[in-house]
């Protein structure tokens, strides 16, 4: 599914972008992640139109089919489209990771059965309880988002942070990845890899590092 060691995931955020937001310096941005070594890039664009969508998502797929052109050592980034089933697949994408107001997992997994995906492709979601996270892997998510773990902006409609204990609950209750979510930086990262996420997925992370390689590097070294 991925390299040795923990998940990071650079999930995107147009409208919080330093350089201003347009699609231009979205795509800018993601090839700078994908250059910096980030595991997953989730293209979270829900409000944007399709034609933009499709070419954001096409732009991302193909710089990470350059770089493991370059570094076929290194496994390909994989890239991640919001709630699009369509444009994923059009796109040439890895997976689609699903919220609330989503199709259900288990429906796209019926259409994942029909054999359209290419193999490896991921069904995602996120989850706000632990309850959430086991039904989504009986409905046949590959991994959980679970979150907020800590107070963020981009969060804050999810009610008070989950935590860390509560991290730790819900990634023991289920054997499907669980990547932690929500108001992580560098120095709360390790935190939830040792209460048993997978990973670690942001926004301000990894787009506002004014170094996003030397914080990757960073993320790598801590995480192990």
Not at 23 to 35: D, F, S, Y
Not at 89 to 105: C, N
């Amino acid at each position: 599914m991925h390299r040795a060691g923990p998940l990071l995931c650079y999930v995107t955020d147009l409208h919080a972008l330093s350089g201003g937001a347009t699609p231009e310096n979205l795509v800018k941005q993601i090839g700078a992640a994908v250059e910096a070594g980030v595991d997953w890039v989730q293209v979270r664009e829900k409000d944007l139109p399709a034609r933009d969508l499709n070419e954001i998502v096409r732009a991302a797929v193909r710089y990470s089919a350059e770089r493991f052109v370059r570094h076929p050592e290194i496994p390909r980034v994989k890239i991640i489209v919001n709630d699009r089933m369509d444009i994923a697949l059009a796109a040439g994408a890895d997976g689609v990771h699903l919220g609330g107001e989503s199709l259900a997992v288990n429906e796209i997994n019926k259409v994942r059965a029909s054999g359209v995906f290419s193999e490896g492709f991921l069904i995602g979601c996120s989850c706000h309880s632990m309850e959430d996270a086991q039904k989504a892997e009986r409905d046949g998510a590959d991994y959980v988002y679970f979150g907020p773990i800590f107070e963020t902006p981009a969060k804050i409609k999810f009610g008070a942070p989950q935590g860390i204990d509560r991290l730790k609950e819900v990634s023991s209750s289920v054997s499907i990845p669980v990547i932690a979510i929500g108001g992580i930086g560098v120095e709360d990262a390790a935190d939830c890899v040792r209460a048993g996420a997978a990973g670690v997925a942001a926004i301000r992370m990894f787009q506002a590092a004014k170094d996003l390689r030397g914080e990757v590097a960073r993320l790598r070294k801590q995480l192990g």
